[in-house]
Nanobody, 123 residues
Framework: QVQLVESGGGLVQAGGSLRLSCAAS????????MGWFRQAPGKEREFVAAIDWTGSTRYTDSVKRRFIVLRDAAKNTLFLQMYSLKPEDTAVYYC?????????????????WGQGIQVTVSS
C-alpha cells in the first residue's frame, strides 16, 4: 500500500500557474504508474494526467500543452505543473498510484489515493 499526500493547491487567477505535489511513502514511485484525477462540484471524477514507470505520459485533451506531470524519484514525489489555468480547471485534485507499471486513464485501475486538494481558478 502507498500513502499519498497532496500539497500545493490554492486560489489563483485565470492565466496563472500552480504546482501540485504528491509525496508518496510505502513504495517507490519509480516502479509504479501514477496519475492525477480531479473532481469538480457536481461532476464525476475525471482523468487529468498519468505517468508510467518509463516516464511516458498521457493527458486528457483539455489540459494538453498546459499541464505537465513529472516525478522526482529521489524525493519519491509526483508533481503536476499547471500553466495557463482556466476557471474550468477548478476542482479537487487527487493523486493516485497503481501497482502495475503501465499507466491508465481509468480511476478504477488505481489502488491508492491521496486525500485530495482544492484548486480554485478565479476569472
Amino acid at each position: 500500500q502507498v500513502q499519498l499526500v497532496e500539497s500545493g493547491g490554492g486560489l489563483v487567477q485565470a492565466g496563472g500557474s500552480l504546482r501540485l505535489s504528491c509525496a508518496a511513502s510505502g513504495r517507490s514511485i519509480a516502479t509504479s504508474a501514477m496519475g492525477w484525477f480531479r473532481q469538480a462540484p457536481g461532476k464525476e471524477r475525471e482523468f487529468v494526467a498519468a505517468i508510467d514507470w518509463t516516464g511516458s505520459t498521457r493527458y486528457t485533451d483539455s489540459v494538453k500543452r498546459r499541464f505537465i506531470v513529472l516525478r522526482d524519484a529521489a524525493k519519491n514525489t509526483l508533481f503536476l505543473q499547471m500553466y495557463s489555468l482556466k476557471p474550468e480547471d477548478t476542482a479537487v485534485y487527487y493523486c493516485a498510484a497503481r501497482s502495475a507499471l503501465t499507466l491508465s486513464t481509468t480511476g478504477r485501475s488505481y489502488d491508492d489515493w491521496g486525500q485530495g486538494i482544492q484548486v480554485t481558478v478565479s476569472s
